[in-house]
């Protein structure tokens, strides 16, 4: 039986997942791979370090070009994220030949547009199923499971993080930080969670998939993006009250006149497929124009689920290398890319919650009907708190459908008041999900 070697480059926790998947289910990999895959080198930052999984101290090395340059290493398993060395090490290995498999996001978000550009070149393929919704195989289902298919709109819960945090607050009444605490005690959250919290996690991911769906490269720095840091048990108490969820949603559309993404918190109406993920899990929601809406579920991050997509892509590789397929140009080389620019989501029409911070005084209520009249903002329902005598007042406005611009313009003139004591939070309503 044919050996193929791999080298990994980093033993962390998703390496660690790698190494175990490939150890407890080697017969079953051979058999349906009908080759082994032998892990040959393994990168680490101390070899002295305890590892939970059986690396033997001979395949350890501290040194990258041990891994790079080792004649028989056929794929590069790239797991120490960040972006510097990760990219360098990508690139030294594409152009020694090797094939590469990564769970990087945030590095395909960046430099995305020269690995692959590079791997085209030097006729080897790049595989990053893992760097979208953990162990779900949502980006060989665009690729591969839809390939007759054009994909028209996708929309998901694509961090686990903010889901968990989210998750958290509704149904167990935490307040965000004491949520926050327990997702990194959990380990899905990292020590700094910004770019999970503030949706930038979400915006590197959303731009993957609209380059598999759409066949289109955004800089994820340009999609819209909100985070949840702003989110209060209020809000969460509001949509129990008129029957929502409060969900991170990512949404990607492609318009004839361009594509449309974002990442925002949101009222998901009860019910709804998307407000019923629960915890670290994933779902993402994808309509194609002959098979119309499909659903793609799981868990979004952990070692296991991350790893067994990691594991996934090192078989297809292999299976490539199985085919005498190596010297042909990638499959990358054949798909046709376009740089896009997101397009602005002033056009967008949606119901909205909001929630206007006041002081408990006369005629309010009135200047703020008023001002959101005199933009366009029709109110489809109001609600006030009822506080003590010269307490602050959370007045929550449920508007009609409004296009973006008018709402931001709204906003805008709103918070310039004095009445109103904070920003005035915003949530989108998303529309219950269609009868087929």
């Excluded at 974002?262 to 899990?281: I, K, N, Q």
């Excluded at 002959?290 to 659903?295: C, E, P, V, W």
């Amino acid at each position: 039986m044919r050996t193929i070697a791999i080298g990994l480059l980093g033993a962390g926790n998703v390496g660690g997942g790698v190494v175990r998947i490939l150890q407890e289910n080697r017969e079953s990999i051979e058999r349906r791979l009908g080759a082994r895959v032998q892990v040959k080198r393994v990168l680490v930052r101390d070899k002295a370090r305890g590892r939970d999984v059986n690396v033997p101290d001979d395949l350890l090395t501290t040194v990258a070009d041990e891994v790079l340059a080792d004649p028989d290493v056929r794929v590069v398993v790239e797991l120490i994220g960040g972006i510097e060395p990760a990219r360098s090490y990508v690139l030294d290995a594409i152009r020694r030949g090797k094939h590469v498999v990564t769970a990087n996001k945030a590095l395909l978000g960046l430099h995305g547009r020269e690995i692959f550009g590079e791997a085209a070149r030097c006729g080897v393929s790049v595989f990053f199923e893992a760097s979208v919704a953990g162990g779900i195989p949502i980006l060989r289902s665009l690729r591969e499971g839809l390939a007759s298919d054009e994909i028209l709109r996708l929309q998901g819960i694509v961090n686990g993080t903010s889901n968990y945090i989210l998750d958290a607050m509704a149904r167990q009444g935490s307040t965000y930080d004491d949520a926050l605490a327990a997702a990194q005690a959990a380990g899905y959250a990292e020590a700094d969670p910004a770019a999970d919290v503030e949706g930038i996690d979400a915006a590197q991911k959303l731009a993957l998939l609209a380059l598999v769906s759409f066949g289109v490269r955004v800089d994820p720095s340009a999609i819209p993006t909100e985070g949840i840091t702003r989110i209060r048990p209020f809000e969460h108490q509001m949509a129990r009250e008129f029957g929502w969820v409060v969900k991170s949603v990512a949404v990607a559309r492609n318009d004839p006149d361009g594509p449309l993404l974002a990442v925002f918190p949101a009222m998901v109406p009860r019910g709804s497929l998307l407000a019923d993920v629960h915890g670290p899990y994933n779902a993402v929601q994808v309509e194609s124009r002959a098979l119309g809406r499909s659903l793609y579920y799981g868990r979004g991050a952990g070692r296991m689920p991350t790893g067994a997509a990691v594991v996934s892509d090192i078989i297809e590789v292999c299976r490539g290398l199985q085919s005498f397929a190596e010297g042909r140009p990638p499959p990358q080389a054949f798909a046709r890319v376009e740089e896009a620019t997101p397009k602005p989501l002033d056009g967008e029409r949606s119901e909205n919650y909001l929630c206007v911070h006041v002081p408990n005084v006369p005629g309010v209520l009135g200047r703020v009907a008023s001002c959101l009249g005199a933009h366009g903002v029709s109110i489809q329902r109001m609600n006030q708190d009822t506080p003590g005598e010269n307490e602050p007042v959370d007045m929550v406005i449920l508007t009609e459908t409004v296009e973006e611009h008018e709402l931001q313009a709204a906003l805008r003139a709103l918070d310039a008041f004095d009445d109103v004591l904070a920003p005035t939070h915003r949530l989108r309503i998303l529309p219950p999900d269609p009868v087929d």
